[in-house]
């Protein structure tokens, strides 16, 4: 497919999309520039295609088995070749632990791998998860006695970690927003630093770093690893609070931003993201990952 043909597809969806869920408590664009930006260079007004394209959120309220209703959200990002290559779709429940929103999210990813590869799929995305939310919720709560007895005794094994990823290269706004709005999310502090390579550090709790490390590392890449890692056990003999006091001493980063550094001053300098080049991680990752 080409690039107008890509575009044709995401607009087309979009508009079903629309139409099927009319109000903003349903579906909501978060990108509206982006969506501006693709339906012109699918009529014709823009020659070339937009460097960025839509992002949006479909908002579920779901029927479980104990007769309540669930809120339950997708957010969605199409990649430049969508649907050649799967939507970034991430599913958030109130209900459902952060390992189980990692797992569904793989689980959701897997089917669409294998039966939606190549087509426009968010509705059949929204279908998967309509079917099978209720028996991540009943996992959620037949785990949940076992994960509370589990927290407590587990306080003692309290761990600090520092992950150093390197990626092949990080342009991508989409990735850029996630990776700074999860490490908000989980409480991690360090850096992401865009370019080619891009390096993403995050320290804070261990659970919450491989937290992060599990989202990261399922978006379509080039090549991603954990470069370095530190892992420093914590002595928990006080009350809660002094676990805090324990994280964060040994934090070397004040919350979380994106920057970009010039490590060999004026030899060597990093390439910046240049306009039209966010889109790169999706033209260049290799659609199997």
Known sequence: MSSLEWAECQ???IELLTSMFPTQEELEITDQL????????VEGSAGSPPPSRPQFLIKLK??????????????CAYPSEYPSVLPEI???????????????RGDLNSYLLENCQGEVCVLSAVDWVKDNLQLFINKSLSAAPTSKKETVSSHSEEVFSRLWIYSHH???????????????????????MPGKPGIVCVEGPQSACEEFWSRVKVLTWKKIMIRHREDIPLDHQGEDSRTVENIDSLRKFTGFEEAMFDPHGNRGKRKRPEEGEENLDDKEADANT
Do not use: P
Request: one cysteine or more; glycine letters at 4%.
């Open 34 to 41: 982006a969506l501006a930006e693709l339906r012109e260079y």
């Open 90 to 104: 991430t599913v958030r429940c109130s209900d459902l632990s952060r390992a189980q929103q990692t797992q569904l």
């Open 11 to 13: 607009l087309a969806e």
């Open 62 to 75: 779901l029927d479980t088995a104990s007769m309540d209703m669930r809120d339950v959200v997708l957010s």
């Open 170 to 192: 990080i342009y991508n706004k989409t990735k850029r927003k996630n990776i700074l709005e999860w490490s908000k999310e989980l409480g991690l502090s360090g850096f992401s």
